[in-house]
C-alpha cells in the first residue's frame, strides 16, 4: 500500500475497513463511495416503522453521523413491526432505546438524539446540521414541514410512507450534479386530505413486514444520494403493494402552482402547519379545539363509575380495535354511528370514546348536529389515556 492510501485509508481503523469489506469490493462503490457515508450526516425524523430499519441499515452500511427525532415512548404494540426495540425497551424514550440499539450494531457511528416533537419553531435549526433527511412520519402536519424546510435548506428528503398493505417511497427536493432541483412533496400532494379522512395506522392497521420493505428501500436512496452511486429515485412515486406482490412507478413533476418553487411562491419560511393540516402535529387523531364538543376526563369518567351512576358508555373505535382493547362499551363505529341513532340513550349521560379521542369527538358533533342530541359527552384521551392512567391492565396502543 502506498503512502497516499493509507492516509486516505485512515479515516478508518483496520476493524472498520473489515466491517465494510463487502461494500468495497463492490467495483462501482468501494473505498471512495465509503468514505462519503463516513462522511454524512443524516437526520430520520421518527423511530416507528419506517425509521427502524432506515436507522439499522443506515447505521450497518457506516453512514458517520445519524440524528433521530422522536417524542415517543416504546410501547408493546410497536414491537410487531419496529425491530430496532425488543421487550426490555417498554415504557423508554424510543431515541434512547434506538440510539443503544445503533451502537450496539456499530459502535464507529455517531448518534445525536433529539427528544422532542419537529415543529415549526424548532425545525430549521435542527434539520441545518445534517446533509439528508429521511422522513418516517405518519401524519401530515409533519410531512408538509419536513418538505418545507428541506426546500428552504437545499436538503434532499427520502420520504416513505405506508398503510395496510401498500407503501410509497420517493426523493423530492434532489439537486442534481448541475443544480437542477428535483420536484418536492408539495409538487405531488398540493394540498393535504381532510382531517379523518385518512385513518392513521392504528385504525386501520399494518402489515408488519411491509415497514421493514419500504424503510429498507428509503435507506437504499439515502446511501445512493450520499455516496453518489446509482440514480435517486427523484421525479418518481414507487408504488408497492404487498398483497399482490405488485409494482407500479409514477412520475412527478413540478407544480407551477407550488407555493414554495412555483412560478409564484408565496412561502418563504415554515407556516402554521397544525392550522394548514387541521390537526395538531404528531398527533394521528384529534379535535378542532373551537368546536366546544362536551367532554369529561378519565377521572370523571372513573368517578362516575366508582360512584354507580346511570350513564351510556359508546365505543366508535373499529372491530379489530375492540379486540385489542376495550372497556366494555357498547361498539358502534363512527363510520355507521348516524344508522344507530336508536341505539344511543337520550334519557341519560352519554360518553363517547374511541383511541385517543378524534374519532369520537366527531361522532358527538355529527350526532349533535344531525339528531340535536344534547346528552353525549366525547371521552378526552380515550382508551389509550384510561389505559395509561386508570386501568393498566389494559394495552395501549
Known sequence: MTTTQNNNDRLFGDKELARYSRHLSIKEFGLEAQKKLKRSKVLVIGTGGLGSPVLSYLAAAGVGTLGIVDFDKVEATNLHRQLLFGESDIGKPKVEAAKRRILDTNPHVHVNIHETLLTSDNAMDIIANYDLVIDGTDNFPTRYLVNDVCVFQDKPNVYGSIFQFEGQVSVF??????????????????????????????????????????????????????SGVGEPLTGKLFLFDALTFST?????????????????????????YEQFCGMPLGQEESNDENSEIPEVDIYQLKEMMDKGEDFQLIDVREPHEYEISNMDGELLPVGEILEHKDKIATDKTVVIHCRTGGRSGDAVKQLREAYGFDNLYNLKGGINAWAKEVDDSLPVY
Open 173 to 226: 427536493n434532489y439537486i442534481d450534479g448541475e443544480g437542477n432541483r428535483g420536484p418536492n412533496y408539495r409538487d405531488l400532494f398540493p394540498d393535504p386530505p381532510p382531517p379523518g379522512l385518512v385513518p392513521s395506522c392504528a385504525e386501520a392497521g399494518v402489515l408488519g413486514v411491509l415497514p421493514g420493505i419500504i424503510g429498507s428501500m428509503q435507506a437504499s436512496e439515502a446511501i445512493k444520494i450520499l
Open 248 to 272: 407500479k412507478t409514477v412520475n412527478v413533476k413540478h407544480n407551477t402552482d407550488n407555493p414554495l418553487t412555483g412560478d409564484n411562491p408565496t412561502i418563504f419560511e415554515p407556516i402554521d
